[in-house]
RNA sequence: GGCCCCAUAGUCUAGCGGUCUAGGACGUCGCCCUCUCACGGCGAAAACAAGGGUUCAAGUCCCUUUGGGGUCACCA
């Protein structure tokens, strides 16, 4: 056996660990070190101990800049996954130079660099986390997801929990989306320390009305070059697009075509009242690394980013400007959201730098799944938080089963309250595999804490829920001219208190006459998308919808009115339909009219 | 398609190099309990995507491939 020199010296490219990656902290950045080994220590060959420092030596590393690092040689067994979770940080990124603010915005356009990461937020720095729905529709499972993870970290840290509106997108805002989501959240049991129903300190919460602080923080932003004028019609975009989508170019997007305009052609071409939006100056080239607590550092070539709108032509900003802006006015600490924002988030970094801000942190959670493992979607699933409730789900156990999505409790605990959970909270057990939401096991669980209720219970979760006074006097204004006796009530209704009902009795008649059956089926999925579009769920208004989507299909009403009935009571003989619909509510209206057009449209022809 | 993320049974997950002949749960199936149905109890089938490395040792680390997902808007 070849003697073994008294030390070792190898120069290898180490790949710098990424910083306080709760997950396994994978080669992202190569740097070269150069480590000296003592084998004396070693057990194995003095190449692979070598190698084996070498490893452990990432860390280090990271911490030390990429410069030279000297490694103990030893035996024990590094674990460069559990030092770098303690904090070794990159400071320096590959081997570019530090961008300035004012390269990284777009003065220097053509020098290359590098962007740092944001900063992480300090351990110290207090927890301020935040959700912002947007009110364009109904109370979304996947708020009160986030909303879940946001409110137990703050809680265990003894943060604050923030709510935000996010309703810059005036075409989309439903007026009456933003009290359901207030509703919902409180319903599960979430309730925030500031927001726009109970204020705090750094309001307005409702991004609609800080308008005058995005066109403050735009124009700051276009004064210091970070961000300019664009002038193009929404024509010339669509053919850019057309264009480059022709050309099969692998990166879209704007084509700069305004970056070059003269400040002051911009300037003057804005104040004579010219439509413009403002766009994001991106740097040309280099990288923004873009630190994420849950899977260290993510790197994106700026190439990839182009010149995003930060302001629209009506004075709204985007959500990338607003959110920036507002997460920092209002001192968020850690940006704590769905992984489809992941891929903006470079932007988000580039608009921290322009604004010379510390970013917060950023955690990004893995998105919930429908069956097909697709972002969970309404069209695949009841998304509505409201569906849940109305199911007879109890907040507790909805709660509860949100909380299995993609975190774990230890051990093999999968039952446990609010507090036991934030108790136990900790970012290391998030597993990154988008979970799919499977109503199975909500039920099972829901069963669980059904179960545990005492008798008396039991009975004000139902008074509480489709059997409160409230909804039975609804119920009665439809019945009480169908009934002779009382003992009628019960068994005429009990459509009113079922979930999915059974169509195997009347499936032979759910159609319409000379219909294919699958086009049948499709046609109660178009009326879905049309109620879903409405604003309000009144009587009048759902049966001109209905109407007009029987006449779309060209369908009698006579035919389709029938249709709608046996989906929605599984009986040929109701209450007016309309009344009726509008006392089952939207959320169990559209679930049975999704029910039953798979069931017509399995139905042979 | 470019970029990014992810990868243990049908599903949710445990697993942070040796304790894994891979643990728990939902669902499925069987048995028991039982006047029925449920609950409950017991049991069974069912997974480390593939291929290369690294290592004495890999589900666990690295690479490639494959697969899945997200994103590429004057939407959030």
């Given amino acids: ?81 559990g030092e770098a979770r303690r904090g070794a940080r990159i400071t320096v990124i590959g ?32 927890v ?55 509703d919902a959240l409180r319903w599960v049991g979430l309730s925030w320390d500031e927001g726009p129903d109970v204020g705090g300190p750094f309001g307005p919460y409702r991004q609609s009305e800080r308008r005058a602080i995005y066109a403050e923080h735009a124009a700051l932003l276009v004064e210091r070059g970070g961000a300019y004028r664009c002038f193009c019609t929404a024509e010339r975009l669509g053919q850019v697009r057309a264009q480059q989508q022709a050309e099969k170019r692998s990166t879209l997007g704007y ?83 769905a992984e489809e924002w992941i891929s903006s988030t470079p932007k988000h970094v580039l608009l921290y730098q322009a604004f010379g801000w510390d970013a917060p942190e950023f955690i990004h959670m893995p998105l919930l799944r429908s069956a097909d493992k697709s972002k969970i979607s309404k069209r695949k699933n009841p998304v509505s938080i409201n569906f849940y409730r109305d199911a007879g789900i109890l907040p507790a156990a909805l709660l509860n089963f949100l909380a299995l999505m993609g975190w774990s409790f230890g051990g093999d605990r999968e039952k446990f309250t609010l507090a036991e959970m934030i108790e136990a909270f900790a970012w290391d057990k998030v597993s990154l595999g988008g979970p799919v939401f499977n109503l199975d096991k909500l039920v099972w669980l829901n069963e669980k804490y059904i179960h545990e209720l005492s008798h008396a219970e039991l009975v004000d979760a139902l008074l509480g829920w489709r059997l409160s006074r409230d909804h039975l006097i609804e119920i009665a204004k439809l019945v009480r ?15 009113f208190f079922s979930g999915d009902l059974d169509y195997a009795p009347v499936i032979a008649e759910m159609g319409i006459p000379e219909v294919e059956p699958a086009l049948v089926g499709r046609g109660l999925l178009a009326l879905v998308e049309r109620l879903d579009a409405r604003d309000g769920w009144e009587a009048k208004g759902l049966e001109e919808e209905a109407r007009a989507w029987a006449e779309e299909h060209q369908w009698k009403t006579k035919h389709a009115f029938m249709l709608l009935r046996l989906a929605v009571t599984g009986r040929k003989a109701s209450p007016p339909l309309f009344d009726t619909i509008v006392v089952l509510g939207k959320e169990i209206t559209r679930r049975r009219l999704r029910v039953a057009a798979e069931a017509v449209a399995a139905r042979k022809a």
């Fill in 1 to 81: 056996m070849t003697r073994r020199p008294s030390s070792v010296t190898i120069t290898a490219s180490v790949t710098i660990a990424r910083s306080s990656a709760v997950h396994r902290p994978s080669a992202r950045v190569t740097t070269p070190v150069t480590v000296v080994v003592d084998p004396g220590a070693g057990a194995g060959g003095a190449v692979g101990e070598a190698r084996a420092v070498a490893g452990r030596a990432r860390v280090a590393a990271a911490s030390s800049r990429g410069r030279r690092t000297t490694a103990e040689g030893s035996s024990s067994r590094g674990r460069p996954a």
């Fill in 95 to 126: 081997g570019g130079r530090r961008c300035s603010p004012a390269a990284a915005s777009g003065r220097d356009p053509r020098t290359p660099c590098v962007l740092q990461g944001p900063p992480m937020a300090s351990e110290d720095r207090p």
């Fill in 128 to 182: 301020r986390v935040r959700i912002a729905p947007s009110p364009t529709g109904d109370p979304h499972v996947g708020t009160a997801y986030i909303a879940l993870f946001n409110y137990a970290f703050a809680r265990q840290r003894g943060g604050k929990f923030i709510l935000r509106i996010e309703d810059t997108d005036q075409s989309r805002a439903r007026a009456d989306s933003e009290q359901m989501i207030f």
């Fill in 255 to 337: 084509d700069r075509h305004c970056r070059g305009l003269e400040r002051d052609e911009s300037a003057r071409r804005a104040a004579a009242g010219e439509a413009h939006v403002i766009r994001l100056a991106a740097p040309l080239a280099g990288k923004v690394i873009v630190h994420d607590k849950l899977r260290g550092e993510v790197p994106f070539d700026v190439g990839q980013i182009d010149d995003q709108v930060l302001m629209k032509s009506d004075g709204m900003p985007t959500y990338h400007l607003a959110n920036v802006v507002d997460d920092h006015l209002m001192q968020i600490s850690h940006v704590i959201r």
């Fill in 481 to 495: 001219e169908r009934i002779k006796r009382l003992d009628e009530f019960v068994p005429l209704t009990e459509y």
